[in-house]
Structures are given as structure tokens and as C-alpha cells.
């Protein structure tokens, strides 16, 4: 079980991907046939669960790719089931307190980190994959070390402790929300407002010190790479529908003027 994404981020490699949130396996395997380096299957916002998520994943496998998945809340079987189905990671929104932090982590990480239930479901090759062989005790650590926690800072609450939240064990970095997170702080969508510019760099910083990644979702490729000028090294840049919408007003544009 490699994430060849987390070893991206490990040599210090910039990396970027994109939300899935059409929720269809083909749209998904052409996202994974791409230089992009992973994709944020997105059950927050999009209209699928967990059996969708899974044959999106089966097809990032293939490709060699690193499916992550935005959990559609930060509860036990939310949790548990995108792990089981073989997720690389997960994206957790709309985290509050240092004590849901905890709890996400209770699920999300098998023993000595946490209370993860256990099965050998697809992610560990139905009890079969090479990490499985190694016994169990390798398996979970193999598994806590590979499958990765991350909650998002979209909420004041999340902002106030995102230095204890980042440190903690068991989260392995931080997503960036800056449309709900700028709302929380009472300034919708003004990016250029000196708070929310002072946030980015507080979260940022705050990773860099717990030694965590951090990611930050950009509207578009020029929002990117104003992060990745700023020092941000994770970018999550739009979504699958939004590059398609584009792509055909452009063939439209070229072709009829
Ligand atoms: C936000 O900006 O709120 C996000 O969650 C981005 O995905
Ligand atoms: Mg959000």
C-alpha cells in the first residue's frame, strides 16, 4: 500500500489536483490519466456516496494515481467506510474543536494512534494486499501512515487552535477552505482583506512549526499560483465540472470565433 502522493510531499515536491464532483468513473479515469497529482473525491458537495467513491478510486489505482476523499462529515461511519473502500486520504470539513479533531482521529487511525474498527475490506486487498501479509502488526502501521488525515481550517473555531490541531497525532496536515472559512470570519469572499490574508500565513505557519502539509483550495489557476508565491506547496485547483465547462466554451470560442 504506497501513496505515491505522500511521497511527493515527503521529497518536498510542489504538488496539485482537483476536486471530483461529478461523481462519474469515466470523467474520473481521464482526471487520473492526467499529470495531476491526486483528486479530492468530493462527498461533501457532490451528489454520490461511498460505492461511487470506490469505483472512482479503483480508477486512480490503475492509473497510478492517489484518490483522496472529502468525507461527507466527520463521523464514525462516514469515516471508516471511505478508508475501508481504499481511500488514500481524507479531506474532513467543517471541523470545529480541538476535541472533534480527537474523535476524527479516533476513527480514522487503527491502534496505538487511534480506535479505527477493523476489517479487511478493498482497501486492504480483502485481506490479501502485501501490507496484510506482513502481519498485523505492520498492517496498521503501514495503514496509519499511509492513509491520511485532514481536517479542514474552514471555521473560526479551527482557526483559533490550528496550532494545537496541527501538531496533533494522527493529523498528517491541513486543507485550506477559503470560501466557508472567509465567510466564518465575517468576510465572505474577501480574499485581499487583511484577516483573511493574516490567516493564510497563521495556518500555513502553523503547519510548517508541526511539521504537516498544508493544502489550500484555489478558484482558479491564477489564485494558485499566487499560493504557491506566498510558499504554499498544495494546491487544489477547481473541479472536474468547472474544467469541463471551460474547456467547451473555448472549443466553441476557437471554432466559431
Ligand atoms: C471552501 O472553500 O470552503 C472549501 O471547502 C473548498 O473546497
Ligand atoms: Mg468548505
Partial sequence: MKNIWKEKIMRGEKTMGL???AGDAS???IVAMTDMDYAIIDTEHGPFDVESAMNMIRVFELHNSTPL???KDSNRNSI??????GAKGLIIPQVHSVEQVKEI?????????GDRGFAYGRGAGYGHADHVMQGLNKYTEISNSESLIIPQCETVGALEHIEEIAKMNGVDGIFIGPFDLSIAMGIPCQ????S???ALVRIRLACEEAGKFCMVFCGDENVAKTRLAEGFKHVTVGCDYGYYYNALNAAVKSVLG
Avoid at 482521529?105 to 494512534?113: A, D, E, H, N, Q
Avoid at 480574499?191 to 487583511?194: E, G, I, K, L
Wanted: aromatic share 20%; net charge neutral.
Fill in 27 to 29: 470523467t474520473a479515469e
Fill in 69 to 71: 476523499v472529502r468525507v
Fill in 19 to 21: 476536486f471530483i464532483n
Fill in 105 to 113: 482521529i479516533s476513527y480514522g487511525k487503527y491502534f496505538p494512534i
Fill in 191 to 194: 480574499f485581499d482583506h487583511p
Fill in 80 to 85: 471508516l467506510k471511505m478508508l475501508d473502500v
Fill in 196 to 198: 483573511f490574508k493574516d
